[in-house]
């Protein structure tokens, strides 16, 4: 297959584009490189570009030609940001969207696996998440993937145009061969922060954000789903559309819950030694509970996450860290 795949010098987009490369498919990136890195993209050509310039996208299209599937991955995905600047994330993750899916209308595609969240579920009354959860995003972030799935829905409806929502839980973990990994600025993800406060003296020490909610040891669970597994899942939910006419959306997680504390504590057994956390405040907006019901995914697009242990997750983001290129 031809791929186009926006977004894909980020952190999700490049595990993608290698992924893809190693299955044999040829790859076209396009990426603004706000928060992306050009180092990251290995596999594949990069058009720089915005999804929010028109002109950027014909361009595109014109140059490059027919795709067979597209994957868009570029997104603002800060939840404390989003609550700050919610103009440019309605702007970014909505009107940018909207240009590309009016570009996918305009030039005959209709394939499309795009990147949606557990953010979209906001705080569940339940603690595993399966499709059929309200979804009540709590933030700007949730509240811009929500309005892209709906959307996604009636240009099914009017337009034709299929589509795969893939909401990820706790994307972690990095590239084992160390050609790309997790890389943001800020970071403000668990697993990053934990990995670069171990032996950094100029580094801030680690903070759990609250040790009081209601779990077995008073810290916020979630689902940690490996990089690679979201990468293999991407795949399918293209190929799902093969041979179904839809808009569908697949909750992605690997089923089990770590508490905040079971990870530094994982992250312990990996880098051989203590790591010193302060506890503080709660988080704003951080539900207690997340952990998704994959099972929809797991039998509709005949895919199974292979990293189910936090320590090896973990191990593949302190290899990355150790040699961290951008
Ligand atoms: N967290 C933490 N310290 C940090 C970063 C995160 O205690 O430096 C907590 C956060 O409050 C949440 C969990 O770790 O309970 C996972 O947070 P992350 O930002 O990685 O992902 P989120 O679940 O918010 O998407």
Same mark, same amino acid.
């Given at each position: ?51 929010l ?37 309605y702007k970014n993750?909505v009107v940018g969207t909207l240009n ?89 993800? &668990? ?5 670069? =406060? *171990?032996?950094?003296?100029?580094? !801030?020490?680690?903070? +759990?954000? %609250?040790? @009081? ?38 909750? &992605? ?5 770590? =508490? *905040?504390?079971?990870?530094?504590? !994982?992250?312990?057994? +990996?880098? %051989?030694? @203590? ?52």
């Open positions: 297959m031809k791929v186009l795949v926006l977004g894909g010098a980020g952190y999700i987009g490049s595990h993608m584009c290698k992924y893809l490369s190693e299955q044999g498919h040829e790859v076209v990136v396009f990426d603004n490189l706000s928060t992306g890195h050009a180092e990251a993209v290995k596999w594949g050509v990069l058009v720089k570009g915005d999804i310039n028109q002109a950027d996208l014909d361009m595109l299209f014109e140059i490059h030609g027919r795709f067979d599937l597209i994957m868009h991955f570029c997104a603002k995905s800060l939840v404390g940001e989003s609550v700050q600047q919610p103009a440019i994330y993750n590309v899916l009016d570009t996918m209308v305009k030039t005959g595609h209709d394939k499309l696996v795009f990147s949606s969240t557990a953010a979209v579920f906001g705080m569940p009354q339940v603690n595993l998440i399966d499709e059929k959860q309200p979804r009540r995003p709590i933030n700007p972030y949730g509240q811009t993937k929500k309005m892209v799935e709906d959307i996604l829905q009636d240009y099914h409806q009017a337009y034709g145009l299929k589509s795969v929502c893939l909401r990820y839980f706790n994307a972690c973990g990095a590239d084992p061969e160390c050609e790309v990994g997790e890389c943001h600025q800020p970071e403000t993800h &668990l697993i990053p922060n934990v990995l670069k =406060s *171990v032996n950094n003296a100029s580094s !801030a020490k680690l903070k +759990v954000f %609250g040790n @009081d909610y209601p779990t077995a040891d008073g810290t916020c669970v979630r689902d940690y789903i490996h990089i690679n597994d979201l990468a293999t899942a991407h795949i399918k939910a293209g190929l799902y559309l093969d041979n179904h006419d839809g808009a569908y959306a697949f909750n &992605l997680g690997n089923g089990n819950g770590f =508490s *905040v504390l079971q990870v530094i504590n !994982a992250a312990m057994a +990996v880098v %051989g030694e @203590d790591i010193a956390f302060d506890i503080e405040a709660r988080r704003q907006g951080d539900p207690a509970i997340l952990v998704a019901d994959a099972s929809l995914a797991i039998k509709q697009l005949g895919w199974q996450p292979k990293y189910t242990d936090i320590t090896d997750i973990i191990a593949t983001a302190w290899q990355w860290h150790q040699n961290e290129k951008f």
